[in-house]
């Protein structure tokens, strides 16, 4: 048993700003050991997400207390019996631990594990438990198997991938969410080839990595749509050709852009609305991705005969469709040869303690990505 701090999501839906109400409390919290089959992590970054946020305001339901936080990296500790892992290796966490022999996980789609999702929605880890107890008892629940605004943290050794070394902890954080969804979003979901036209809706760390996953694949045409201004400006750097901003005239926009839509079109922002506004920047015969959540049970409405008469596509894209013990490190390799620098989307690093703060910058769209370092 050790003591660690953390970061504890109370009481979900309380107003922003967030650094006024505190739905999150940093409090010390008692840490079992690793079971079999499990990491001990000491985390040294967080990332700052989306998917945290709709935790916090209420949109996605789960179990509380929680201890939050599920893109992040850190150095293994201790091991359970049972792992490949070994202390002092440097991991990256994903946020669904892919059991590896179900179904879904043996047919190559570990993003749709069962016992994982499965978890994930208990608030547990992978083999069921809890590790963490407050000071007065009660068992915070886990965010998506990982819990990383903690100090330290226990997880699944099927939620770990190994890196190397070198790579710097508050990038390496990045590859466990924001480019494992956005780049896989556009490489497996759309698959984008050389010469498509390209739209991505919504400028965050997973929309931006999108963006830089489809300039790498060769995309011809990169729209950027969002309704912050300095988003739109950071797409321009980072490759977009045109940028467009968010709203109601965003449709017509990007169809002049491109002649009748683009090809393929990548939504990140969990909104129904724009989801429909994607389906309908897309050209017939094109491809239309999303993967943001929308709160469970709001309704989308689409022309269901453009679905046949125009040969259209709507795929849903979670954990981008990909596999990570074969993408992180593949993404970092893209990293390091210069044609993923997603070290741009890092807006910032903050303390653990300011996390209510920077999740107000998040909300507000004023923060791509922050990170809290350890």
């Known amino acids: 048993m050790m003591r660690t701090r953390s970061a504890v999501l109370v009481e979900a839906g309380r ?5 006024a109400s505190r739905p999150i409390e940093v409090t010390e919290l008692e840490l079992d050991p690793p079971g079999p089959g499990e990491l001990l992590v000491r985390i040294g970054a967080a990332g700052l997400c989306h998917s945290d946020l709709s935790v916090i305001n209420g949109s996605r ?13 850190g150095e293994v500790v201790e091991t359970g019996a049972g792992t490949e892992f070994a202390p002092g290796d440097r991991v990256v966490l994903a946020f669904v631990p892919a059991c590896g022999s179900c179904e879904r996980c043996t047919g190559g789609r ?4 069962t016992p994982g999702a499965q978890a994930n929605g208990a608030g547990t880890l992978l083999g069921g438990g809890r590790r963490f107890t407050a000071a007065d008892g009660t068992r915070p629940h886990h965010h998506l198997g990982v819990s990383a605004f903690s100090e330290y943290t226990v997880v699944s050794a099927r939620s770990a991938v190994k890196i190397d070394a070198e790579l710097p902890l508050d990038i390496a954080a990045l590859f466990g969410c924001a480019v494992l969804t956005g780049a896989g979003a556009a490489l497996y979901s759309a698959r984008v080839e ?9 400028l965050g760390g997973v929309g931006l990595a999108a963006l830089l996953a489809a300039k790498a694949a060769g995309a011809a045409e990169l729209i950027a749509v969002d309704v912050v201004a300095h988003k739109r400006d950071l797409a321009r750097t980072l490759g977009a050709t045109r940028t467009v901003e968010g709203g109601p005239d965003a449709v017509e926009a990007v169809r002049d852009l491109t002649g009748g839509g683009a090809e393929k079109v ?3 922002t969990g909104v129904v609305g724009v989801l429909e506004q994607s389906y309908a ?7 239309t991705v999303t993967v943001g959540l929308p709160a469970p049970g709001e309704p ?3 022309p269901a005969l453009s679905l046949v008469a125009e040969e259209r596509t709507l795929r849903g894209s979670y954990l981008g469709s990909s596999v990570p013990r074969r993408d ?15 070290d741009a989307l890092l807006s910032g690093r903050l303390p653990l303690d300011d996390v209510n703060a920077g999740f107000d910058l998040l909300h507000t769209g004023e923060a791509v990505r922050q990170v809290v370092t350890f």
Do not use: K, N, Q
């Not at 570990?110 to 594990?113: I, K, M, N, S, Y």
């Not at 050389?194 to 919504?202: L, T």
């Open 110 to 113: 570990p993003a749709l594990c």
């Open 61 to 73: 339901v789960r179990p509380l207390p929680m201890a939050l936080g599920h893109e992040a990296a």
């Open 328 to 342: 992180i490190p593949r993404f970092i390799a893209m990293y390091r040869a210069g044609v993923l620098p997603v």
């Open 300 to 302: 989308l409405t689409l």
């Open 15 to 19: 107003p922003a700003p967030y650094a």
């Open 281 to 287: 920047a897309t050209r017939p015969g094109g491809t």
């Open 194 to 202: 050389p010469g498509d036209s390209v739209a991505v809706f919504g």
């Open 266 to 268: 990548i939504d990140t």
